[in-house]
């Protein structure tokens, strides 16, 4: 059997542009079960990445089992990766689950029954909402709940407490995909589909690790490359990563100059004539000023300001130029990096100036980090208006208050949103002082955690942290919930291409951890949330109520659920929205038409200036005339903050893992994933090591002017003058800490700053130094595949070939990259 924490992405089942992705189901029961043990399998999806590949659950004797993919899905045609097949359920069932909610008593955390824990939480919310207002509350969740729970949470903080202080971790990973689709097309909502991988002749990568964030994506493309007609990769990856390996063009930018790059990429577009005039005539507005803009970035300016070759940026905008369809995906190494959504934007721009999307093969695809990254953000517990819904649009605010049957008044609408570091901040100076944080681990996720650890133990808040283990965040509260997870609950969630998948109850969870939906409904009802009838504000009894409240919600919207009912969601495949009357099985691919979502009355944002972020504003964007028409938003480039220096003199960026998701919480719980990756490193050049006295497994000191790491090191293919560190490890399960001086969290180097327009804490980019701790007593814990492996691992191999109908092969890859670089110049 093939070993999938070694060959992460499985046996290749090649298939040429255009044909049916072939199915192949992948397996893993509890050892020494067969499938005739299995008592019942349970339709759900896996939530340990934003893929979002369909599953069963394996059941026996009441507990979950095992996993198979779902060969029906369109999203995974029976493939798992390596997290979803031994991190699923092996990261629900460990033995230091929670199983009874906790209150601090004199300062430590004691078990107690839900009675007292929730009373607790009402007196003082109570308590605060009478003498200080909603202002006083604050909400941090997740991109791990599910769409029914986060529209409760988002219907309790606007139209029960009336707070905009509402925020999820996915502020860390997919505010940007979010914020540079409403810039562009006028509303959230991927344009692109995952079946564009099947009909694309390339496929762009823009700080997009997809080999290791999302395995079975990958493993979609690897096929594609694997079979007649591949389509070309261009990488932008500051890494070796395995994407780079089978590129056709790696651009390695040095990291914060991704805007740059985007420039002058779109600059060769224009100078080679390849912009689709009568459609963008048609279907755009902005692109005199795209083109002024860009002017000045030739690829030699490029070059100098990205460390890059100036022919590849060539190679890369003849590719873009000269294909008919190209799909492009987006991730963190352009989110969490300087000028996220403006960098973001200028993907979008490429396919807007040749016409390439909402059709088959062109597409785009602004990743998320999370599986339920997406319905956070249509829900509203972002602390956006549900359902895309505009929040300087006061009709938009009418809507919602006629639906949930509240004033106006009550939903905060006189403000943007607060986005989740102004929420800490209000916290830190003492305004916020009731924060309920669900689903997530800022003490471990949060950038200069040194500050954050401070914040979360100050006096003055009140802290709820509802999660399934005692995370390093829950050790801060005042109160613990222990909540049901995958597996043990009902609820849909929406993946990347807006996909919608139903996970059913499987198992009970442990001891009386309850839903999230339930606790908060709890928590509604306890407060006495009322309509202005008198009748309870959440007259919801599960997770179906909540779903069909939801579909109303979204009625008329972009992300139209109306057509997509539990019952379609049971046997068959996921299915994307918008689905309603219009559109019965759902739409593949968004703007097939050309028709985008900027009509001033429709859209979801009025959009921001690039540079500053600062509001459009409803005059400026009515001004525009889009009226369906996309945006060309454009930006100059402007350096990092924070530069390298003599003091500081390396660039520091973080990142992940195949085998881990998030702070761990999961799959540090899996022995197989775990095993594979089971402490912190930082990864740096072979030069870069040589030059500092450095070898494999030596242990150094990175330190910013934040603070430190102490860790081995893994002399990896990263570009000079860069350090790597993945961001997954904290202290719950370390034996050294951080008061002892040997902190292993890469977010205690990273910086308190953010992106002006999506708000993304930039964690891709701070300068540090180096020094060695400790001689090496062997090789660093850092895994030996993927990115991550060693620069001296000998020759690497790739299946290439299969352009234009020839066969592919396999051969040497560096021999093979100088080949394809002579024959694209
Ligand atoms: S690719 Fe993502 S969603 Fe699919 S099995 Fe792996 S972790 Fe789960």
């Given at each position: 059997m093939v070993d999938r924490i070694a060959d992460i992405w499985g046996e290749r089942t090649p298939f040429a542009r255009g044909e049916h992705w072939p199915v192949r189901v992948d397996q893993k029961l509890a050892d020494g079960l067969v499938e005739a043990d299995i008592d019942r399998w349970v339709q759900s999806a896996c939530v340990l990445c934003s893929?979002?590949?369909?599953?069963?659950?394996?059941?026996?004797?009441?507990?979950?089992?095992?996993?198979?993919?779902?060969?029906?899905?369109?999203?995974?045609?029976?493939?798992?990766?390596?997290?979803?097949?031994?991190?699923?359920?092996?990261?629900?069932?460990?033995?230091?689950r929670l199983t009874r909610p906790m209150v601090r008593v004199d300062g430590h955390l004691v078990e107690t029954d839900?009675?007292?824990?929730?009373?607790?939480?009402?007196?003082?919310?109570?308590?605060?909402?009478?003498?200080?207002?909603?202002?006083?509350?604050?909400?941090?969740?997740?991109?791990?709940?599910?769409?029914?729970?986060?529209?409760?949470?988002?219907?309790?903080?606007?139209?029960?407490?009336?707070?905009p202080h509402m925020d999820g971790n996915t502020r860390l990973c997919t505010a940007t995909a979010a914020a540079a689709m409403k810039e562009s097309f006028g509303a959230d909502g991927q344009p692109g589909s995952y079946l564009d991988i099947d009909n694309c002749d390339a496929v762009f990568l823009y700080g997009h690790n997809m080999a290791e964030t999302q395995t079975v994506l990958w493993a979609r493309i690897l096929d594609r490359i694997a079979g007649p007609d591949r389509p070309f990769i261009v990488c932008v990856d500051p890494r070796d990563t395995e994407v780079a390996r089978v590129a056709d063009v790696h651009l390695a930018v040095r990291p914060g100059t991704n805007q740059a790059l985007m420039n002058g990429l779109l600059r060769e577009l224009f100078a080679n004539g390849w912009v689709e005039e009568s459609w963008v005539h048609e279907h755009t507005i902005g692109v005199d000023e795209l083109r002024a803009v860009v002017d000045p970035w030739t690829p030699e300016k490029v070059a100098e300001t990205c460390g890059v070759d100036a022919d590849d940026v060539r190679r890369a905008a003849r590719i873009f130029g000269e294909s008919e369809r190209v799909l492009s995906t987006v991730l963190q190494g352009f989110y969490q990096s300087d000028q996220a959504t403006a960098a973001s934007c200028q993907v979008n721009n490429m396919h807007l100036l040749r016409g390439m999307i909402g059709r088959p093969g062109a597409g785009i695809l602004q990743m998320n980090?999370?599986?339920?990254?997406?319905?956070?953000?249509?829900?509203?517990?972002?602390?956006?208006?549900?359902?895309?819904?505009?929040?300087?649009?006061?009709?938009?605010?009418?809507?919602?208050?006629?639906?949930?049957?509240?004033?106006?008044?009550?939903?905060?609408?006189?403000?943007?949103?607060?986005?989740?570091?102004?929420?800490?901040?209000?916290?830190?100076?003492?305004?916020?002082?009731?924060?309920?944080?669900?689903?997530?681990?800022?003490?471990?996720?949060m950038p200069q955690l040194?500050?954050?650890?401070?914040?979360?133990?100050?006096?003055?808040?009140?802290?709820?942290?509802?999660?399934?283990?005692?995370?390093?965040?829950?050790?801060?509260?005042?109160?613990?919930?222990?909540?049901?997870?995958?597996?043990?609950?009902?609820g849909t969630f929406t993946n990347v291409n807006r996909t919608v998948h139903l996970s059913d109850k499987a198992v009970d969870p442990p001891g009386d951890a309850r839903s999230d939906l339930d606790i908060f409904l709890d928590y509604a009802a306890r407060m006495g949330f009322t309509k202005n009838d008198g009748s309870p504000l959440l007259d919801w009894e599960g997770p179906e109520d909540a779903y069909r409240a939801w579909q109303e919600c979204s009625r008329g919207r972009p992300c139209d659920y109306t057509g997509i009912s539990y019952e379609r969601l049971r046997g068959g495949s996921g299915i994307p929205w918008p689905c309603n009357d219009e559109h019965p099985e759902g739409l593949t691919r968004l703007y097939g038409d050309g028709v985008f979502a900027t009509e001033p009355d429709y859209c979801e944002s009025f959009g921001h200036d690039l540079l500053t972020g600062a509001t459009v504003g409803e005059q400026a964007f009515r001004a525009l005339e889009a009226h369906g028409r996309a945006i060309f938003k454009v930006s100059e480039y402007v350096p990092p903050h924070e530069e390298p220096s003599a003091e500081y003199p390396y660039r520091y960026t973080t990142g992940r893992t195949a085998y881990h998701f998030h702070t761990r919480t999961k799959t540090a719980r899996s022995r197989q994933l775990n095993q594979a990756a089971p402490k912190a490193w930082v990864e740096i050049s072979p030069t870069d090591a040589a030059a500092l006295g450095l070898g494999e497994g030596d242990v150094v000191r990175v330190t910013s002017a934040r603070g430190e790491l102490v860790v081995p090191v893994r002399v990896g293919d990263i570009r000079e003058g860069s350090v790597f560190a993945p961001f997954h490890y904290g202290y719950f399960d370390a034996a050294a800490s951080v008061s002892s001086g040997h902190a292993s969290a890469a977010n205690e180097l990273t910086v308190t700053e953010w992106d002006p327009v999506s708000k993304q804490p930039l964690f891709k980019n701070a300068a540090v130094k180096l020094e060695k701790v400790a001689d090496a007593d062997g090789p660093s814990d850092a895994p030996t595949t993927t990115a991550s492996r060693p620069a001296a691992q000998g020759t690497v191999r790739a299946t290439v070939g299969g352009h234009d109908g020839e066969a592919s092969s396999t051969v040497d890859l560096e021999a093979w990259t100088a080949d394809r670089a002579e024959a694209l110049s």
């Open positions: 893929n979002g590949c369909a599953c069963d659950i394996a059941v026996k004797d009441d507990q979950m089992v095992g996993i198979r993919g779902r060969a029906i899905d369109r999203v995974n045609h029976g493939r798992l990766g390596p997290k979803g097949l031994f991190g699923s359920v092996q990261g629900m069932r460990s033995r230091d839900w009675d007292t824990a929730m009373s607790r939480i009402v007196e003082r919310s109570k308590q605060l909402l009478a003498q200080k207002g909603p202002l006083s509350h604050g909400f941090y969740t997740s991109g791990q709940l599910f769409l029914e729970e986060y529209y409760a949470l988002a219907v309790i903080g606007k139209a029960g407490i009336g707070t980090g999370q599986p339920t990254a997406q319905n956070n953000r249509e829900c509203g517990a972002d602390g956006d208006l549900p359902a895309f819904r505009n929040w300087e649009n006061p009709a938009h605010v009418s809507e919602l208050a006629q639906l949930w049957g509240v004033d106006s008044g009550v939903i905060p609408s006189w403000a943007p949103p607060t986005h989740a570091m102004q929420i800490f901040r209000y916290v830190e100076q003492g305004s916020i002082q009731f924060l309920w944080v669900s689903a997530t681990n800022p003490a471990v996720s040194e500050r954050i650890r401070s914040i979360l133990d100050q006096d003055s808040v009140f802290l709820v942290v509802q999660d399934l283990y005692l995370t390093e965040t829950a050790q801060y509260a005042d109160v613990v919930l222990p909540a049901a997870g995958w597996g043990e609950k009902t």
